[in-house]
Nanobody, 127 residues
């Protein structure tokens, strides 16, 4: 059974940093592109970043470009999301997912492309 588990969330002040981890259970992560998504209270889930299977290609939502960095260590079966210069509007539950149903060859943050969703990890940015 494909399963992803997120960790690393927490509460930080504006301007702070966190590193989220996404670990795989039951399958090898390097078979898939991996995406990070987030969902704030009362809002739709939105794509944050995605990394290709080999780690060579990454994409980011405009709202996090220059502040977040996605990376992967296939030897550890883990994908990371390093977040810097955090803002209150980054507050959300963050999820990772595997791009199991790709609708195109190029990377996309299209929710329908993704499966094996984790349970999420809460990130709160507040003073």
């Amino acid at each position: 059974q494909l399963q992803l588990v997120e960790s690393g969330g927490g509460s930080v002040q504006p301007g702070g940093s966190l590193r989220l981890s996404c670990a795989a259970s039951g399958f090898t992560l390097d078979y898939y592109d991996i995406g990070w998504f987030r969902q704030a209270p009362g809002k739709l889930r939105e794509g944050v970043s995605c990394i290709s299977r080999d780690g060579r290609t990454t994409i980011y939502a405009e709202s996090v470009k220059g502040r977040f960095t996605i990376s992967r260590d296939n030897a550890k079966n883990t994908v990371y999301l390093q977040m810097h210069s955090l803002k209150p509007e980054d507050t959300a539950v963050y999820y990772c997912a595997a791009r199991i149903y790709p609708s195109a060859q190029e990377l996309r943050l299209l929710i329908a492309d993704f499966g094996a969703w984790g349970q999420g990890t809460q990130v709160t940015v507040s003073s």
